[in-house]
């Protein structure tokens, strides 16, 4: 019989005088600690301790970190181990938190960022479910909808990467879902109880992205009225969720990499440093991987932030999948606008099932949305749809999709600029479902410049 979890924690570090560091620091912070120099000692004190928290140093003499580790989590899954790296080494260190590592520490750190995490583990233990409730749990995660494989399998990951401190990298096509998935993340933390901070990085000009993140103080730059409390501080005993992190820009990247590997912020204007205790959640439309390549994301930062890669699949993968969410939907809507539905009609079940809905699911709520409001029930009828989804549908599967109407260029003859300027982005706009940092990618701009050029002309219109 094995004994139960101890509140003991084991420290595997061969190098004395970093053991001696951190044992004393922890024993200041009224921790009990058992030292150990090899990952043979290690291992066996671990049988005898059970210990639920492990500091793990990556490089031991005689065996390597990765499997003690893998020894540790065999015997006791529930364990939080936390890996001791030097910079050269955070390779392996990202592929050990995929393995199962709680989270990992780059040499050289402070004391603070040694009991932050320790007290992080202690918090991700105390809200751990115990295996057989963990078993028992249902399937489907909310708020999601839904219960195809593709989906089955991100709550799965969702779950399991939730109880870390590792970062999770969310990627998928526009509308899929991937800040459901971030907020699936924090609600499933030992970060619940605090703050999510959501902040699209391509929807923010680039002047003002760093005092969106980091904040400024009064008077650091004209129009700073007051001082201003940026999305990482807001964000301080949570979770900072960072849409579109592709678009941010280079220079910004690299006071993203400090914060990340300090825990500290600088808000414009300010000279010293404040610590900040906050998980980094991000997500993107594009392949991350490829925008390295092209010089666009740096490659510390990227390794850094792509931990637990989750992938939301897009809504045509999801099989029944988008009847279920059409369903749940619709119900939802009708009772908001006083209309009376109560499902789909078998038709349109069938309709739904075979669209690409290139949209995705923010597509089927403007399609729900518009037929609810427009019409009664009981059913979703085919003629109710938008008629632009049935041609969409009708239309062979080898036979490109229509393009928008371009003015050909003695249509541009006697517009001023401003008028072509914004022919040219609507017409790209319209090619690209709506898609901003799409559309910005094909015009070489950057999303935020569309993004302020759109609210420009809506209040222009609104004017009127």
């Known amino acids: 019989m094995q004994p139960p979890p101890s509140d003991t924690i084991l420290l595997i570090e061969d190098t004395p005088s970093l053991q001696m560091i951190y044992k004393a620091a922890l024993k200041r912070a009224d921790y009990t600690v058992e030292t150990c120099g090899t990952g043979g000692e290690g291992l066996a004190a671990f049988r ?76 991700a233990l105390h809200h751990r479910p115990k295996p057989n409730e963990f078993e028992a749990s249902i399937q489907v995660l909310p708020p999601f909808i839904g219960h195809s494989a593709p989906m089955l399998a991100v709550y799965d990951k969702i779950r399991s990467v939730a109880r870390s401190m590792a970062t999770v990298f969310i990627t998928g096509d526009s509308g899929t879902g991937k800040e459901l998935c971030a907020d699936a993340v924090h609600q499933g933390s030992a970060r619940a109880g605090g703050p999510f901070v959501a902040l699209n990085c391509g929807a923010i000009p680039v002047d003002l ?10 008077g650091s730059f004209t129009g700073a009225i007051s001082d201003k409390l ?20 280079l220079n ?102 075979e669209l690409p809905w290139p949209g995705n699911v923010r597509q089927l709520i403007n399609v729900l949305r518009n037929v609810v409001v427009l019409n ?17 549908r009708m239309r062979p599967a080898d036979t490109k999709p229509a393009e928008p109407h371009r003015p050909a260029l003695g249509d541009l003859a006697g517009r001023t600029l401003a008028q072509i300027e914004r022919i040219v982005i609507e017409d790209t706009l319209a090619r690209h479902n709506g898609s901003v940092p799409k559309a910005a990618r094909e015009l070489d701009v950057s999303a935020s ?14 004017a009127q």
């Open 48 to 123: 005898r301790l059970r210990s639920s928290v492990v500091l793990l140093d990556l490089m031991l003499p005689d065996r390597a970190g990765l499997d003690v580790m893998h020894e540790i989590l065999a015997s006791a899954p529930q364990t939080c181990v936390i890996v001791i790296t030097a910079n050269g080494s955070i390779n392996k260190a990202v592929e050990m938190m995929r393995a199962g590592v709680h989270e990992f520490l780059v040499k050289p750190f402070d004391d603070q960022r040694l009991l932050a995490a320790i007290e992080n583990a202690r918090r």
């Open 209 to 218: 992205l760093e005092s969106e993140v980091f904040g400024h103080l009064r």
């Open 376 to 392: 009664d029930g009981p059913l979703v009828m085919p003629t109710m749809l938008p008629p632009d989804l049935l041609v969409e």
């Open 230 to 249: 940026g999305a990482a501080a807001a964000a301080d005993g949570g979770t900072l969720f960072l849409d579109e992190i592709c678009e941010m820009d």
């Open 252 to 353: 910004l990247q690299t006071k993203l990499l400090r914060f990340l590997q300090t825990s500290t912020i600088t808000p414009v204007g300010a000279t010293k440093p404040r610590k900040v205790n906050v998980r980094i959640v991000c997500a993107t439309n594009r392949n991350p991987l490829e925008e390295v390549r092209q010089g666009r994301f740096r490659e510390d930062l990227y390794y850094r932030l792509h931990v637990v890669p989750i992938h939301m699949p897009p809504l045509r993968d999801r099989g029944d999948d988008v009847n279920e969410i059409a369903e749940t939907l619709v119900v939802q809507m009708a009772r908001e606008e006083g209309r009376d539905f109560a499902g789909l009609s078998p038709r349109v079940r069938e309709l739904f099932r």
């Open 449 to 462: 410049t569309l993004y302020r050029k759109l609210d420009a002309w809506s209040k222009a219109e609104a």
